[in-house]
């Protein structure tokens, strides 16, 4: 027979042949290693992205619980105002010279009154209701609603002159804008500004908290 058995080939042809074999076996090992680092990295870029949303769902928990403590009272504010307005204007109704007339009886009542008014606001106040007396301040919208204007060339045009009635916020939020007067005629703020028309408060003011 031609053809030659394992054991008759020639020495150099067994060389190649085990070559051969280990070339192949570092091929496949070369070859799984690049795979694994492959699913490696997929592995870590993926364990990264679930941190951050992990992350980032920690923080918008966090917000929501911190606005759900700080705006939790905003409507019953709201309404504990009205009924605030309602004793100031009861206590501006009367009359001065009844005031003065003296009537301890009278004065009593006023004096009632007054102090509830004052308790109610210290009670919204201790729950991050803060009262925005803002005369003398540049006009913001963003806190107050323009009633009319008010010619005074001595001051910055814009600026706040009158308060009509005062404002309150929670948070960083509008319960009730200021409603106030605005000075125009004078100079300009640093930064250039549109005129202020007196209008309907905007609706970022009108929102409910």
């Not at 070859?31 to 980032?56: S, T």
């Not at 928990?61 to 100031?88: E, G, I, K, P, W």
């Not at 009319?148 to 001051?155: Q, R």
Request: aromatic share 4%.
């Amino acid at each position: 027979m031609s053809d030659q058995t394992n054991d008759e080939r020639a020495p150099e042809d067994i060389e190649a042949t085990e070559t051969e074999r280990a070339q192949g076996g570092i091929d496949g090992d070369y070859e799984a290693l690049v795979r694994l680092l492959k699913e490696n990295e997929e592995l870590k870029d993926r364990a990264l992205r679930v941190a951050a949303e992990m992350e980032n769902l920690r923080r918008r928990t966090a917000r929501d619980v911190h606005d759900a403590r700080t705006y939790a009272v905003a409507n019953f504010a709201r309404d504990m105002l009205s009924v605030s307005d309602n004793l100031r204007r009861a206590i501006d109704a009367i009359p001065a010279e009844a005031k003065a007339a003296g009537d301890a009886g009278f004065t009593a009542l006023i004096e009632g009154v007054d102090l509830t008014e004052r308790a109610m606001l210290t009670a919204l106040e201790r729950h991050g209701v803060k009262k925005l007396t803002p005369e003398g301040e540049k006009f913001d919208p963003n806190f107050h609603q323009a009633m009319f204007e008010v010619p005074n060339p001595d001051v910055p045009a814009n600026t706040v002159v009158q308060v009509v009635q005062p404002g309150y916020s929670i948070g960083e939020r509008v319960l009730r804008p200021a409603m106030v007067g605005v000075a125009k005629g004078g100079p300009k703020f640093a930064a250039a500004e549109p005129p202020v028309e007196p209008g309907p408060v905007n609706e970022q003011a009108e929102k409910d908290a």
